[in-house]
């Protein structure tokens, strides 16, 4: 088993395999053309790549947007989120990996996760 920041480490890795996988290659290939291969140009695929990977578990929305920073808001997200600390785990690293493909600095990367059940909403802030 491993731990928590083992496990972040894991899924940061996970990325880059991922973008090569046939679900993802067309849409990561895509955005090197359109966008170019930067963290920007990867974070502005969540939205479009996010209901191929997650389903019922809410919509992501881009705000926010700077040169270096972005909140990723994931609106109407499922209740049963909120308590999943494994979910939080999971797209720490994720979110990491893709600003990290998008070759940031790793002195920069940081993903700061902030949630409000009340709100039934993720914010999920990148900066590189």
């Keep these: 088993m491993l731990g928590h920041e083992e496990a ?6 996970s990325v880059a395999r991922h973008f090569e ?23 502005k695929l969540i ?4 209901p191929m990977v997650y389903k019922d ?3 992501p ?9 972005t909140v990723v808001t ?4 499922n209740s049963q989120l909120f308590d999943s600390q494994g979910y939080r785990c999971a ?10 493909a998008g070759g940031a600095a790793p002195d920069r990367l940081r993903v700061q996760i902030v949630t409000s059940k009340a709100l039934g909403q993720f914010e999920i802030h990148l900066r590189w």
């Design 8 to 13: 972040i480490a894991f899924f940061r890795a």
């Design 21 to 43: 996988s046939p679900l993802l290659r067309s849409f990561v290939s895509g955005a090197r053309r359109i966008f170019g291969l930067t963290p920007v140009g990867l974070v």
């Design 47 to 50: 939205p479009r790549i996010w």
């Design 57 to 59: 578990l809410g919509t």
């Design 61 to 69: 929305q881009l705000d926010k947007r700077e040169d270096d920073y």
């Design 74 to 77: 994931l609106v109407e997200a």
């Design 91 to 100: 797209w720490q690293g994720i979110f990491e990996g893709v600003i990290d």
